[in-house]
């Protein structure tokens, strides 16, 4: 398959979402009151009246929009008028999309395992930290190169990035990411998603190509190697342009430890980036590429 074959046409899911401090605010007030029905990307106002939810002229039983647990989230899909919490059991794993607040973006959580930082931070607050250490801006050609819940591509459109190439090797999380209205945006037509595998799609794309990369995988385990190899990291070179910079996260060093830290730089520097210094606040090492062409022997 080419790489225009793995395009991946984006359509997120219309709706009104639930989290557990939406719904206690709903059984708790009375009348008509504006309140968040998106996770706190907008206000829309609702009437509540004997156990039920009026919106327009769609009305929603309180009762059938409480989360089973108190970090989910149920949505009501406004095309079919299907009610579920946004969650998946496939032989994968456990993929949720998890509540963090009644006005934050909410992380997306895989078996267990958080896909953004949540402790002293938020999945915005974090993305925006990345975002900022290689200064995304105006005519940017940003790599993400693992989509997740779309927020990098997102923030980077926001921050005026021309186009972003963003690559996501699961089908679980883009549907979930459908259904989270923060990630709406990733329909943009400056947002270009490919399902598949990264380490494997970029050796399509062109050389000196992306003015900043985003490099944000999951964490190291066996099967997520092959993001953290010396193979991956000169590809990742290859495709910078001379003086483009590169934002890798690591997580925190004291968790993750420092011999994968040291690995990491080591590589970077062994596949011809310039490692600038760690990032402590969107924690990751920041690099550049210096030369032209491609990565060192």
């Given at each position: 398959m080419t790489l225009e074959e793995h395009l991946y046409a984006f359509h997120p899911v219309r709706g009104f979402w639930f989290t557990w401090h939406i719904v206690e605010e709903l059984i708790n007030k009375s009348g008509c009151f504006e309140t968040t029905l998106d996770i706190g990307l907008s206000d829309i106002k609702v009437c509540t009246h004997g156990g039920n939810l009026l919106v327009g002229d769609i009305e929603i039983k309180l009762k059938d929009v409480i989360p089973s647990e108190d970090d989910r989230v149920v949505i009501y899909e406004l095309e079919t008028g299907r009610i579920y919490e946004v969650l998946r059991h496939t032989s994968r794993g456990f993929y949720k999309l998890k509540s963090v607040g009644a006005r934050t973006a909410p992380t997306l959580e895989i078996s267990g395992i958080h896909m953004h930082r949540i402790t002293g931070t938020d999945p915005w607050r974090d993305t925006l930290a990345k975002i900022r250490s290689v200064r995304v801006t105006s005519g940017d050609i940003v790599l993400d190169t693992c989509t997740g819940l779309g927020y990098t591509a997102i923030a980077s459109v926001k921050s005026n990035a021309n186009v972003v190439y963003t690559f996501e090797i699961d089908e679980n999380v883009l549907w979930i990411a459908e259904r989270n209205p923060w990630s709406s945006m990733l329909s943009s037509d400056r947002v270009r998603i490919y399902h598949g595998d990264v380490t494997t799609l970029i050796k399509r794309l062109p050389d000196n190509y992306f003015t900043k990369v985003i490099h944000d995988p999951p964490r190291f385990t066996r099967s997520t190697g092959d993001l953290y190899s010396l193979e991956f990291y000169r590809e990742?070179?290859?495709?910078?342009?001379?003086?483009?910079?590169?934002?890798?996260?690591?997580?925190?060093?004291?968790?993750?430890?420092?011999?994968?830290?040291k690995g990491i730089k080591d590589r970077l520097s062994r596949a011809g980036f310039r490692v600038l210094g760690f990032d402590r606040e969107a924690m990751g090492f920041i690099a550049v590429k210096i030369e032209w062409g491609r990565s060192a022997p």
């Open positions: 990742l070179y290859r495709v910078l342009k001379r003086g483009g910079m590169l934002f890798h996260y690591t997580g925190e060093p004291r968790i993750h430890g420092p011999s994968i830290l």
